[in-house]
């Protein structure tokens, strides 16, 4: 399994909750966690192993 990469800051798209920023990270590996605020769906902690994230 894949684990997106991702910075704060950067924009991303996920499958059900569309697209959001990036503001906070923390983990590393199949730990990492990042939060996003996305437009429609508000702030969401994910999994980035299980994430359907792509960088925009």
């Not at 503001?23 to 730990?31: E, F, Q, R, Y």
């Amino acid at each position: 399994m894949r684990v997106v990469k991702v910075a704060v800051g950067d924009e991303v798209d996920h499958e059900s909750f569309g697209r959001g920023t990036v503001s906070s990270v923390s983990g590393s590996g199949a730990s990492a966690k990042a939060t996003v605020d996305f437009d429609e769906a508000g702030r969401k902690r994910l999994l980035l192993r299980y994430a359907p994230l792509r960088k925009l």
